[in-house]
Structures are given as structure tokens and as C-alpha cells.
């Protein structure tokens, strides 16, 4: 092994999943010099298959990918069904507010992620980006307190540097890189769960127009997923407590199988199709502890992004959202440094504060879903109420809100939090029981409870700003002293400079 002479980037990002690729094309697209380095050879196998608006229509549309997915023949997602809560009966959360006002961004994708990040990586690379696969990263380099670069190996196995201004990790859940940024990951012990999956061929499908719908449903052991990905593939899972383990790591193919059968709906769905058995979908994989956030989003010189940052449980499909959105916002401050606009803590204490601000909005939906749904006799479902989480659990989210609850009176203590989370839940059960029927094709009860509203809101602002650039409303700062995103969507500006009559950027040294 050899080490050669050290490459020289504004940014290197470790990882070229959604989060990686995204970042690489934001910054490339401003003529900086980016590197990015994937582990892998693409297209290589992910789960999280079920997409939400906002990374199609807002941040794939800034990157210049969105036309691209159009082509690709992804099914198409008009919103989710569920078979959760008190109703017998599955409902829909769709997307469109009706079908008489459904609008161009009111749908998102079910896709293959070997496909879809191979299409997002391949565009950084159209953009300018320099991205060099099969180069997994094996530490980082340090110049005091600043991160100033990443060593790795090159495909012929040779130990290479390359430095940069900023290091992003976005090497998602399963490397160790992010600890390189110091604090500590939380876990959840809340959303502690077991995911047990595989894939199917074919199955059948949801009366139009929810044919594109993931399907979850609630059974005595968790729930279930059930994503069509085209029409001879189907993604299916099971997530269980963690009490589960040995049942499922001891013989997975026999576990999913009673899973299954545990669940009518699932089983009626899947009758005589059979698993897929070979290539890429061919395993049954295991997934478990999947919930957490890091205690550190960033160090000088080096920000974390994506899965390596925080994840909260798949049920509302958030997580390619939230390592989308996060590269979006993380962006805007490595671009608006490089501009020499605004200085390294103002640019990551606005990323931070806006991504923490929106993992928590998903959290507090996700655990007032969870709360929706009761079965006495379950293990899993009682471990999922907000009586029986405990104050830990409770204050680590009262520490992750910190000052940047989601424009409500700001949580200070566990207690708050419960009963929060609580009203919440309740809000969310009226409004599904008000849809005039279960089979309503309105989503306007389900709109107007706060939970929802709240957990659409910043997803409307990143597709409406996409779609309408200049022309997009002035945002408003999230903090007193907050930044805004400029009209193209690729930096911040300083909205206090702007009202003062001096230009539209954010000023450094604040
Ligand atoms: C059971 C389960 C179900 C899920 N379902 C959904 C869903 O339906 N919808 C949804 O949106 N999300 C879902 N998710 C979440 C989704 O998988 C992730 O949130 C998403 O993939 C995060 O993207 P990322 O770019 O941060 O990380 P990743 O997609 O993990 O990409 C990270 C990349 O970094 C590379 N890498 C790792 N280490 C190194 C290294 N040392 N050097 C270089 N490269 C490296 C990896 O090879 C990989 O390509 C689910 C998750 C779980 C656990």
C-alpha cells in the first residue's frame, strides 16, 4: 500500500446515497470542486423504497433530476392507506388535498433504490461533481479542531488523502464516520423496533387510484408494509419488537412466513405469489435499533447529513425526505461560505437548527400515529404509548427540540412533552374519524388537524420555492436571528440586511 500526494476540494462528501448525492449536486451546480466517495459499485442494493413529495418536486426539481424520474417508470405514489387506528377499515392519506384539485406536486414515487440513487449519483456527476465509486473512506484527517480532510482506498486498494474545506458525512447509518464529529448518537427507545423484509412477485393491488399506495396495516405483532414497485415486485415488511430477535435472526424465511399469516390482509394480498429467491432482492434482511439522532450535527469543518445524522422509524416513509432535505439546507451554508457571505457557525447553526426542527416535527407525528392505534393484549402496541415512554426518552426529545419547537410554545419539560404528544394524537383521531367516510376521497379533515398541517408545511415550502424560484413568497426566519433561503433556493440570506436596504446576502462575522 502507497500514499500519494494529497487532492485538494471545497468539499468531500463521504457516501453517495440520496443525502451524498444531493449535497455533491447543490454545490457542484455553484462551480465548486466537489469529491464525492461511495463504498460501493452502483447500483447497489437499499431499502426505503416509498418516497414523499418534497424530494420530488422540490429538491430533485433544484437538482435537475426531476424529468429524469419522470422517465424512469417509477410507480406512481398518490399517497398512503392504513389499516391503523380504531377503524376496521383502511383509509387513505393522500396527498392531494381531492381528486378535483389534485396538483402537479401532489404525488411522489415508489422506486428501486439501486435505480433511483444510481440516477441522483450519475446527475451529480453531470452536474461537476467528481465521483469516484468503490472508495470506501477509512478516517479523517485533522488539523486541531478542524476536520481538513478524509483518507481512503483507491479500487486497486491503495491508501489515498484528499482534503477539502468542509468533509460531509453522509455515509449513512451503518459507518462509523460520524463519529468523528463528536457527541454521541441517542437511540430511541420508543421507536426501538425489528424490521424483517423481503420481496415478492407481484400481489395484488389497492383499487385505483390507490393502486401506487404503500399499504401499512397494524396487526397484534406491529405492522406491515407493503410497497408495489412495479408490477411483478413487491417490497414486503414486518416491524416487530425487538423481543423478536432470536423468532426472526434464527430462521428469517420461516418467521415472515407466520408474520404474514398472522395478518389476514397482508396474507390475502400475497395468496399463491410467490418470494423472490435470487439477485438483489432475494434475501430476507433484518434491520433493528433504527431510530436515533446524534447529539452533534456538526464540528468545524465537518457536517454530518442523512441517515449518519439522525433517523426516525419508517411508517410515513420520511427518511429519503429528511437526508434530501437536510443535504438542501446544508448546501445553502457550504454555498453561502464559499461565497464568503456568512461565516462557518452562523451557516451550520441555521442547517442544525432547521433539520433538527424538522426530525422533530416527524418525530412528534409519528409518535402521536403510533398512539392512534390501541390493542390491550399487544406488547408492541402498549410499548408504543406515550404513558409508558419514558422520561428519558421524553427529555432526549426535549433536548434534540431545544430552541427550535416548531413554531409553538417551546417544550421545556418531559411532562410537556407527553401531554403534547398526547393532544396530538387525539387531534389526528378526530380528524380521521371526521373524513365524512372512511372511503372519502376528501383529504380536507385530515388537513386541517395540526399534526398534519405541521409535518406538510416545510415540504410545501421546498417544493413551492422549487417550483416557483423568484417568484416563491419571502420565507420567514425560523429563529430571531435566523436566515432565509435566497429566491434561487441555493443559499441563505440575511432577511435583516434585506429589509434594511443592503443586498440579499447574509453577512459574516455574526
Ligand atoms: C426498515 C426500514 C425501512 C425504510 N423505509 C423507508 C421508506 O419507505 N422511505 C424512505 O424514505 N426511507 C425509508 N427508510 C430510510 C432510508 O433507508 C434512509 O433514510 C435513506 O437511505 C438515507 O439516505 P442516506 O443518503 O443518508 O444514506 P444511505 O442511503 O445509507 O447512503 C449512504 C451511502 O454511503 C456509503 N458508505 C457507507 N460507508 C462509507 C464509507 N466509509 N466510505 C464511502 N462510502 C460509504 C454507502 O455504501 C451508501 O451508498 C427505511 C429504513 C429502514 C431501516
Partial sequence: MSTQTAEEFDVVVVGGGPAGSTLAALVAMQQHRVLVLEKEAFPRYQIGESLLPATIHGVCRLTGVADELAKAGFTLKRGGTFRWGASREPWTFAFAVSPRMSGPTSFAYQVERSKFDKILLDNARRVGAEVREECPVTGIIEDGDRVTGVTYSDPAGRTRQALAKWVVDASGNKSRIY???????????????????????????????????????????????????????????????RENASRVQGDPEQALASLIQECPEIAELLEGVPRVTT????????????????????????ILIGDAACFVDPVFSSGVHLATYAALLAARSINSMLAGTVDEKAALREYENRYRREYSVFYEFLTS??????????????????????????????????????GESALTDAE????????????????????????????????RAGVVKQVMEESSQVQMRAILGDEAEPETPITPDGLIASPDGMRWIDPQRVSAGQGTEAGSGR
Fill in 416 to 447: 410537556g412533552a407527553r401531554q403534547r404528544f398526547r393532544d396530538k394524537s387525539t387531534d389526528f383521531a378526530t380528524a380521521i374519524g371526521n373524513l365524512t367516510d372512511i372511503n372519502s376521497s376528501s383529504m380536507v379533515p385530515l388537513f
Fill in 279 to 302: 439477485g438483489q432482492y432475494g434475501q430476507i434482511r433484518v434491520r433493528k435499533d433504527y431510530s436515533y439522532y446524534n447529539t452533534e450535527f456538526w464540528r468545524p469543518g465537518m
Fill in 369 to 406: 400515529f403510533y398512539e392512534l392505534h390501541q390493542d390491550e393484549d399487544s406488547y408492541f402496541w402498549q410499548a408504543k404509548k406515550v404513558t409508558n415512554s419514558t422520561r428519558t426518552e421524553l427529555e432526549a426529545f426535549v433536548d434534540l427540540v431545544g430552541g427550535v419547537s416548531s
Fill in 179 to 241: 463519529q468523528n464529529a463528536g457527541g454521541k448518537r441517542q437511540y430511541s427507545d420508543f421507536f426501538k423496533s425489528l424490521a424483517l423484509f423481503g420481496y415478492f412477485a407481484g400481489g395484488k393491488r389497492m383499487p385505483e387510484p390507490n393502486g401506487g399506495n404503500i399499504y401499512c396495516v397494524a396487526f397484534e405483532s406491529g405492522w406491515f408494509w407493503y410497497i408495489p414497485l412495479a408490477g411483478d415486485l413487491t417490497s414486503v415488511g414486518a416491524v416487530v419488537s
